[in-house]
């Protein structure tokens, strides 16, 4: 077996013990509690990080593990765990079935493997790089779709991000075929599986988003910060996480990304192009064109002023 192989089987692993013990929560229900950032969290979050962490502490005694709940422990490990036992807390506690477990795999500021587990539809998604992506065990790819008139876009909360990523975002629904909500994870696995073309979020966090690239990436997408930026995970000199603006300023309230697969050919004719950029202050979108790593297919929102759509192979 290969290591990125080895590494995708022991992603999933993790995120089915943690997504299991989550499981369990979400059919009693639970009561919820609001953490000092204003998030909420619940006894089904820190029990479900407990198990992972249980777990990889038998079988990866020397790696680190950076957690949403329960922090950071040995921050000089050269490999580190990331896990978010919940993605989607708001989601969860209403009964909504569209949260998951996200799990990856970090060595430095590269990510190696991520899992992600959906336990109330049951479906899972893991990824290694160059290992490619499995929805259930079967290779997955993203969308074909080439328009974005025919694209179905998603995101968390429209309302969400600066007022230059709310207007960004708005330009792109509103030239997009089909627009839904109730994302979070759930959105990126409809985008890695071929589902939706679009996942945007204002803000994520390193758990949020360290599991995510490289299932978006070896399932044929792009993933990105708003300034077209691939950095999902990042560290401090203390090696904890660094929270950042898509411009590369570091704050301390998230991280912005957009994702985008296979919108390959958005720019429906030159003059819907003109009068998109002569109309992004307004509206905040501006088409253009720019070659990616490989061909791969996507788009990014940069600085919130406009989206950048790229050609594809």
């Known amino acids: 077996m290969s290591e990125a192989r080895s590494w995708m089987e022991m992603a999933e692993a993790v995120a089915r013990v943690a997504g299991e013990v989550a499981l369990r929560h979400y059919h009693r229900g639970v009561t919820v509690e609001t953490k000092g950032d204003g998030t909420p969290v619940s006894v089904a979050d820190r029990q479900a990080e407990e198990a992972a962490r249980k777990w990889l502490e038998v079988r990866c005694p020397e790696d680190g593990i950076l957690g949403e709940e329960l922090g950071l422990t040995r921050p000089d490990a050269r490999r580190r765990w990331i896990l978010d036992p919940i993605d989607g807390t708001k989601t969860f506690v209403r009964r909504v079935p569209l949260w ?15 899992a992600a587990y959906f336990p109330a539809v049951d479906e899972l998604v893991v990824a290694a790089q ?16 080439s328009r974005l008139s025919e694209a179905v876009v998603l995101t968390t909360d429209a309302r969400m991000g600066t007022a230059e990523q709310v207007r960004a975002l708005d330009g792109l629904c509103a030239r997009a075929g ?11 696995l409809l985008v890695a599986t071929g589902r939706a073309e679009v996942m945007s979020d204002a803000l994520m966090a ?7 690239q490289p299932i978006i990436e070896e399932a044929g ?10 950095r999902p995970h990042r560290r401090r000199a203390d090696g904890g996480p660094r929270r950042s603006r898509g411009d590369g300023a570091d704050r301390g309230d998230g991280r912005d990304a957009l994702h985008l697969a296979d919108a390959r050919a958005v720019a429906e004719g030159r003059d819907q192009r003109k009068r998109a950029e002569g109309g992004a202050a307004d509206r905040g979108l501006r088409l253009g064109r720019r070659a990616r790593r490989r061909g791969a297919r996507g788009a990014c929102l940069p600085r919130g002023d406009g989206v950048v759509l790229p050609r594809g192979r």
């Not at 998951?100 to 991520?114: F, I, N, Q, R």
């Not at 089909?178 to 990126?188: I, L, T």
């Open 100 to 114: 998951g477990t996200l799990v990856a795999l970090a060595e430095g500021e590269k990510v190696l493997a991520g």
């Open 130 to 145: 160059g290992a490619g992506c499995l929805w259930n065990g079967k290779p997955t790819h993203v969308s074909g779709v």
């Open 178 to 188: 089909m627009v839904r909500s109730w994302g979070d994870c759930y959105g990126y």
């Open 206 to 212: 390193p758990w949020d988003a360290a599991a995510l």
């Open 221 to 230: 997408g792009v993933f990105s910060d708003w300034s077209g930026r691939r």
